[in-house]
């Protein structure tokens, strides 16, 4: 197919609506169209996050087992996007075959069955996939706000079952904040260049006992230290000597303030290596963090929590003043 003319990808379930095309991601030059319909669907689900083309360009160029080319599939009606849908997947320890996946559509076309078909396009897609890579069990899966409830009742009415729940969580800064101590032995300082990578690869390794873990790939630290989240100089790490016992990772994202007019700080991550745990570590480091974004003027800091996190981080994040903003559930299906 000569220049940029798009690739179409036929859909057997797809609605009888005049102008209706599905048509595949052609490169960098689509990543305004996607970041367009993402912020307008996110709106209407109530999700308040802001993508920008150099975020989502980070995300695509080193997300492991994913090719946009292939992954990606825009929805076009009367050559106007209106919503697009991808697909990755990785391997989980245990050898499951897991596929990821996200479908997201402008409120106008909504109920009409588009994301019906979107899903088709990624079940599809999953199968081709699977027969590639999976030598076990397969699954796929995708985490849904409570707040989506079109797409929520989508996949629930196709055999999607609802295993995990996360809570995103707010603690006001402008309420006193109690700065944990130190365990013995243990100092926080400046991090320097040389230290991102064993910091990050001691961070990834902390949630080895995480739901759905699977092994770092480079693609993953390069997403981190080339994305808008990437504010070294305020982490909070604990040293050990040499050796990072843990480390929260935190970020402020001025244009997504500027866009919901709030004064927000992210301190997520919250790691604590299997060496140095039950000592009070994640208290004393998130609450040193906590007073690093309270410092910057930051009115809110926000993380997201697994509510089943087996060291019982929900009720850490408790303790320490947080509070529940939103839901988000991980909805699962065995794949045939």
Known sequence: MAGNAPELVEVPDAPDIPGLVFRRYRGDEDLPTLVEVFNAAAETDGLDWLVTVDRLKVEYDNQPNFDPRKDVVIVEVDGAAVGFTYIYWFEELDGTFAAGHRERLVLEWRGKGIMRAQLTINEARAAELAAVHASGSKRMGTVVAESEEHRLRLLESVGYERKRWYYEMLRDLREPIQVHPMPEGLEVRPVGPDDHRRI??????????????????????????????????????????????????????????????????????????????????????????????????????????????????????????????KTFIDLIRPME
């Open 200 to 325: 990050f690869d001691a961070a990834w390794e902390a949630f080895r006992e995480s739901w759905g873990f699977r092994e770092m790939k480079e693609k993953d630290f390069q997403r981190l230290i080339q994305g808008p989240e990437f504010q070294p100089e305020l982490w909070v790490v604990a040293w050990d000597g040499d050796v990072v016992a843990g480390s929260v990772f935190c970020w402020v994202l001025p244009e997504e303030n500027q866009r919901f007019d709030r004064m927000w700080g992210y301190n997520d991550d919250i790691a604590v290596t299997k060496a140095y745990r039950r000592r009070g570590l994640a208290k004393a480091m998130t609450s040193r963090s906590l007073v690093t974004l309270r410092d910057l003027g930051m009115e809110y800091a926000s993380l997201g929590v697994d509510t089943q996190n087996p060291a019982d981080a929900l009720g850490l994040y408790e303790a320490l003043g947080y509070k529940v903003r």
